[in-house]
C-alpha cells in the first residue's frame, strides 16, 4: 500500500523560503507521478507542481513558476519542493499525492485530471503560512 509523508511546513514571513519533503513508502518513486497540492481555507485544492518518477518531467502552476522548484530524490524516495519569494497567497495547507497510469501525465496530475483524480493516494498535509 503507498503511504505519503509531508514535512516542513511552518510559518514564515513574506519574501522567505521554506523546504517541503514527501516520503513515499510502498512502491518506488519510478512508477509514479507525484504533485504538490495546495488548498486554502475557503479555496479549491490547486495543483501546485508535479514531477515524474521516472524522467523527472515537471509541471509548474503559474503562480509558483520561478519561486518553487519541485524536485525528487528515487534512492530516499522522496520528492521536494523548494519554495522560494513566499508571499502571502501562498498560505494553505500542502498536500503530495501520487498517481500512476497512462494518464498519469505531469500536467493531467497537476491539473486533477477527471478521468485520474479519484485513484490518487494523498498524505495527510502540513501547514504552510507566510505572514506579511
Known amino acids: 500500500q503507498l503511504h505519503l509523508v509531508e514535512s516542513g511546513g511552518g510559518l514564515v514571513q513574506s519574501g522567505g523560503s521554506l523546504n517541503l519533503s514527501c516520503a513515499v513508502s510502498?512502491?518506488?518513486?519510478?512508477?509514479?507521478?507525484i504533485g504538490w497540492f495546495r488548498q486554502a481555507p475557503g479555496k479549491e485544492r490547486e495543483g501546485v507542481a508535479c514531477?515524474?518518477?521516472?524522467?523527472?518531467?515537471?509541471y509548474y502552476t503559474d503562480s509558483v513558476k520561478g519561486r518553487f522548484t519541485i524536485s525528487k530524490d528515487n534512492a530516499k524516495n522522496t520528492v521536494y519542493l523548494r519554495m522560494n519569494n513566499l508571499e502571502s497567497d501562498d498560505t494553505a495547507v500542502y498536500y503530495c499525492?501520487?498517481?500512476?497510469?497512462?494518464?498519469?501525465?505531469?500536467?493531467?496530475?497537476?491539473?486533477?485530471?477527471?478521468?485520474?483524480?479519484?485513484?490518487?493516494?494523498w498524505g495527510q498535509g502540513t501547514q504552510v503560512t507566510v505572514s506579511s
Open positions: 510502498g512502491f518506488g518513486l519510478e512508477y509514479y507521478a
Open positions: 499525492a501520487a498517481a500512476r497510469g497512462p494518464g498519469a501525465t505531469v500536467q493531467a496530475v497537476c491539473l486533477q485530471a477527471e478521468s485520474i483524480v479519484s485513484y490518487y493516494s
Open positions: 514531477i515524474t518518477g521516472s524522467l523527472g518531467d515537471t
